[in-house]
């Protein structure tokens, strides 16, 4: 019996290991993910001037609003910091919001998904009504009214899009769950007598991960979105300096009206990239685990 | 002759590759007759029927051979003026055949104004009507497809192919999805309105029982091929091929008593690359060398047609048929 | 009958769920809880007032209820900086974000019908290899950037819209709907709704383009084809009405999403609504308009939520009318 259900393991593991080779969607997500890993990494070294320095020119005057050039790719803000390495640096903002909130989302809604729909029962029924609470909260108001007044930091905005955002992936987990359930090799566990818990995330577990994968790409754009939205109005963590930051910064010292593009879009393109990236790779799984939709 | 099959061809694109899931298939069907389209599930059936109305897949293809209707040879483009008018379609399931967000009589009224010439109030009518013929209430009109009973849609599914008067109507598998009661209801209707209306009709089974029940014609297909056909009594008496011979004993008779049931070992030959010579020879008990090179057999005798390459021995053949032991052979054959 | 009872419970319910959660989240706060509710600066008598209106005196569960009560009024308090009730300036609002999230939702649904249709009319060629992305990289932008980028480049590089606000300086009307179908008014509409209009769009665009999809492989479909039928009444009368019944569902949930998400969009234009009056008001701790502001929003939400199952029960007769055997 343990035979049958080894084998459901590996093949499920090993297809979201080959993926992204099947898939070059999900190749292009991954890679625009790594090399943001890579920038957030080496960003010390990409850009070695501090972001928030305030720099002067030759002469000794202030650096303000320089445009582009070879020693500024990006030109200097009003107070003269230089644009690029707000840019190098916030990406570190950006994935460790995105990242934290995508750890916290998607295991929160993996162990409830599999909870309430392996079990069943009452205990379904409460996660599911928290679940529908959770989801008539408006999103971003609630974001702003919890940073505006908890305080804020980086740590409230995570908290703040993880108390919304798990019920999507739980719910979607819970139904895939009571799918799984029904296969035959989880049968086969159970009639060996197998323990619940046991069987959960032994058999069952596995066959759910790749889902849990996806709702944490989609996370990962969500929240760097809403770190941004936060910032822009205000609520940001004024210790760091992220995109939202540069966005807000830009906005309030008339950026826009002096047309410093190399301001205020770069910082928009690197999010569309990175959430564009969540997209690409959750449509990938979801082409090799999800078969109807493919070939469509 | 109302329609003429010739040789036609049929392809699936897929990106693995060609599958000619129907190669070179003919058949007739005389005026006023039932003609039963047999085989097992994948051998090109419901593409055959499809090719008729012009309507494949649309990775589908026509690749060769001709369709004659009523003397005239028709394309996908010159079908488009016969269809529902002359040819109608009955399909397996009326419920996925069936617009979920319009009414059932909603649905037949559409066929009856802008394919038919009628205006709404006589199409209402005249829907009524059909609900009549084919034994529904018609205050049922009135309801969505999801509201019927699998029976109840099968037989609204007939009404929407009566809607204008064709003279051909193409059933394919109608009754499969239903429970045997309601499937003899539904055959019987079949029959009654083929007589009352004089149509000709193709029937689609996998089910030679119901073949031997309501046809006067068969044409047995396999792996894309017609290896046998001719009128129903002839064929089923005296099968001269050995795919048909095993067929018969695969399925319960419905007429005479039923003997011991043995299914034929092995399954078909995978359509993207089949094997030359006769397609059934890796799961045939009597198979010879010759039978797997070489050129198709087909000798017509009294509108009797088989393909085997051993006809000449063909009674022979059926009487070692009926022994179960035979067909072990084959299915030793066909693990092997 | 059953079904609309039991949609607007559940809707009823969720509403009431938010209220507590937003009741205890506002006590919670950092600071007394008389300060959630009483502005220092209000004379003695006022504060008196307030403090009573509101039970602030009693315990917990008892205010809870007298909160409840005053909400069913529409009383929801005196905003701190404003002075004035939260309710007379929610009311005053709201017409500007209403507005707002209606004339772009009609114009990205319909665009993103008309454009996801003939997306999928046109699968596999090189403009859907070219718009699936682009549309993707539309949903995947800040609303608030796309605001950002739009009015630098048509506002103030092309100058073809005022750069914020809902009006003029020095215009005067003698009424609120005069001034709503004035023309300045809609020319400084115009470019917020440009910027949500766009960022809205790819939803039903997408949307509709694998509906569409799917229900051309739909078996009726086929059959559809069998009968003759041309090949308009197929794509129209009966492929895209099925395509369409849940992109009409997520029209009405995307009122309700949208005008939570119009926070930022309405900063960005200075547009008076009420999304910007939450984030003014969250940013001066003035809690009773913060409190106010978010109820309303949840409100809509609610609200479009049962008119989404509405529509969802009216336009599908598979959830509208039971089987009958
Ligand atoms: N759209 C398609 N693309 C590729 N291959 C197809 C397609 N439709 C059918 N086929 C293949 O063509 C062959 C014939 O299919 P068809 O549906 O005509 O068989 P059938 O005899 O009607 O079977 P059944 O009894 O199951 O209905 C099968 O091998 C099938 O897999
Ligand atoms: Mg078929």
Redo the contacts with the bound molecule.
């Keep these: 019996m343990a035979g049958v259900a080894e084998t459901a393991t590996p093949t499920v593991l090993q297809r979201i290991a080959s993926m992204p080779l099947r898939d070059p969607f999900a190749f292009v997500g991954l890679s625009i993910y790594v090399i943001f890993a890579l920038i957030a990494l080496l960003a010390d070294v990409l850009a070695p001037m501090p972001p928030l320095e305030i720099l002067f020119t030759s002469t000794g005057k202030l650096a303000a609003n320089l445009p582009p050039s070879l020693d500024y790719p990006f030109g200097t803000t009003n107070l003269g910091r230089d644009i690029y390495a707000q840019l190098i640096h916030g990406t570190r903002s950006a994935l460790a919001v995105g990242l934290s909130a995508a750890i916290v989302v998607s295991s929160v809604g993996t162990v409830v998904g599999l909870v309430a729909g392996y079990f069943g029962g009452r205990i379904d029924s409460l996660l599911m009504r928290i679940a529908d609470m959770a989801l008539s909260l408006p999103f971003l108001p609630f974001v702003i009214v919890l940073t505006g007044f908890l305080g804020a930091s980086t740590s409230n905005i995570v908290l703040a899009v993880a108390l919304l955002l798990w019920p999507n992936s739980a719910r979607v987990i819970r139904s895939q769950v009571l799918t799984v359930r029904e296969r035959t090799y989880v049968e086969a566990a159970r009639v060996t007598g197998a323990s619940s818990w046991r069987i959960l995330f032994v058999h069952v577990a596995p066959n759910i991960l790749p889902l849990s994968f996806v709702y944490a790409a989609i996370a990962i754009g969500w929240a760097i979105i809403t770190e941004a939205s936060v910032s822009f109005l205000g609520f940001g963590d004024s210790e760091s300096v992220s995109w939202g930051y540069m966005l807000q910064d830009a906005f309030s010292s008339q950026a826009l009206s002096r047309g410093q593009y190399a301001w205020f879009v770069p910082p928009g393109i690197c999010i569309i990239l990175i959430v564009v990236a969540g997209f690409f790779i959750s449509r990938g799984y979801e082409e090799v685990f999800m078969p109807r939709l493919r070939g469509r | 002759m109302i329609l003429e099959v010739d040789k036609l061809q ?1 392809d ?3 990106k693995d590759g060609v ?1 000619r ?2 190669d070179g298939a003919s058949f007739v069907v005389p005026e006023g007759r039932i003609v039963g389209l047999v ?10 029927v ?1 090719a008729i109305m012009g309507v ?5 293809r026509r690749a060769g051979g001709r369709i004659v209707f009523k003397g005239q040879e028709v394309d996908a483009a010159t079908t488009k003026r016969l269809l529902w008018r002359d040819i109608a379609y009955v399909p ?1 399931s009326a419920m996925s055949s069936l617009d979920p967000v319009y009414t059932v009589g909603a649905q037949i009224v559409e066929v009856l104004t802008k394919r038919g010439n009628a205006n709404r109030r006589d199409a209402r009518k005249r829907a009524a009507e059909l609900f009549d013929l084919v034994g529904l209430n018609e205050r049922r009109l009135a309801d969505y497809p999801h509201q019927f009973s699998g029976g109840m849609r099968q037989r609204a599914a007939i009404a929407m192919a009566l809607a204008l008067s064709p003279s051909l109507l193409l059933a ?2 109608p009754v ?1 999805a239903l429970d045997v009661i309601v499937q003899r209801q539904i055959l019987d209707m079949l029959r009654d309105l083929q007589e009352r209306l004089h149509l000709s009709m193709v029937l ?1 089974t ?1 089910d030679i029982s119901v073949v031997a029940y309501l046809c006067d014609e068969v044409v047995v ?1 396999y792996a ?1 091929q017609v290896i046998e056909s001719g009128p129903v009594r002839e064929v089923l008496a005296r099968p001269r091929h050995p795919y048909t011979m095993g067929l018969r004993n695969a399925f319960p008779d419905l007429m005479t008593d039923a003997m011991e049931l043995v299914p034929i070992g092995g399954s ?1 030959p ?2 993207r690359d089949a094997p030359p010579g006769c397609r059934f020879a890796p799961r045939c008990p009597f198979v010879l060398e010759t039978c797997t090179t070489g050129a198709d057999g087909h000798s017509l005798a009294n509108g009797h047609m088989s393909a085997c390459r051993r006809d000449g021995e063909a009674d022979l053949l059926r009487k070692e048929a009926l022994d179960p032991v035979t067909w072990q052979r084959s299915s030793s054959f066909a693990a092997s | 009958m059953r079904l609309v009872v039991e949609r607007f419970t559940h809707n009823a319910l969720a509403l009431l769920a938010v209220t507590t959660i937003l009741f205890f989240m506002f006590r919670l706060m950092p600071g007394t809880p008389l300060a959630a509710f009483i502005n220092e600066n209000l004379n003695a008598d006022q504060q008196q007032q307030m403090l009573e209106q509101f039970g602030l005196d009693r315990p917990m569960w008892q205010q809870y209820f007298i909160y409840l009560a005053n909400l069913l009024q529409g009383e929801m308090g005196l905003s701190f900086f404003q002075r004035r009730p939260v309710t007379t300036i929610l009311l005053e609002v709201l017409p500007n974000s209403v507005i707002l999230t209606l004339s772009s939702l009609v114009i990205a649904y319909v665009f993103g019908v008309l454009a996801g249709a003939w997306l999928a009319w046109k699968r596999g060629s090189w403009i859907e290899r070219v718009a699936v992305p682009a549309v993707l990289a539309t949903r995947a932008a800040p609303e608030f950037w796309i605001g950002m980028v739009l009015l630098s480049l048509l506002s103030f590089n092309a100058g073809w819209f005022p750069s914020g606000g809902a009006s003029s300086p020095g215009l005067a009307y003698t009424s609120n709907w005069q001034r709503m179908l004035s023309w300045d008014y809609i020319h400084h509409l115009a470019l917020p709704v440009l910027t949500l209009a766009l960022y809205l769009q790819g939803l039903p665009l997408l949307l509709m383009r694998s509906n569409m999809l799917e229900v051309m492989h739909e078996e009726f479909v086929t059959m559809a084809r069998m009968k003759g039928f041309s090949e308009w009444r197929i794509v129209i009368h009966h492929a895209a009405r099925n395509a369409l019944l849940p992109v009409v569902t997520a029209f009405a949930l995307g009122v309700g999403l949208s005008m939570g998400g119009n926070v930022v969009i309405e900063t960005v234009f200075s547009w008076p609504g009420i999304g910007r009056l939450l984030v003014q008001a969250v940013s001066v701790h003035d809690y009773p308009l913060a409190q106010g502001a978010f109820l309303m929003i949840a409100m809509v939400l609610a609200l479009m939520n049962f008119v989404a199952d509405l529509l969802y029960i009216v336009l599908d007769p598979r959830v509208s009318h039971g089987r009958r055997g």
Excluded at chain 2, 39 to 48: D, I, L, P, V, W
Aim: aromatic share 2%; net charge negative; with cysteine.
């Design positions: 049929i699936y694109q897929a599958t899931a129907v085989g097992e599930s994948g051998c090109g059936k419901t593409t055959a499809r494949l897949a649309e990775n589908g397996q394919d598998e499969t689609v996998h297909m894309g078909p995978d359509l």
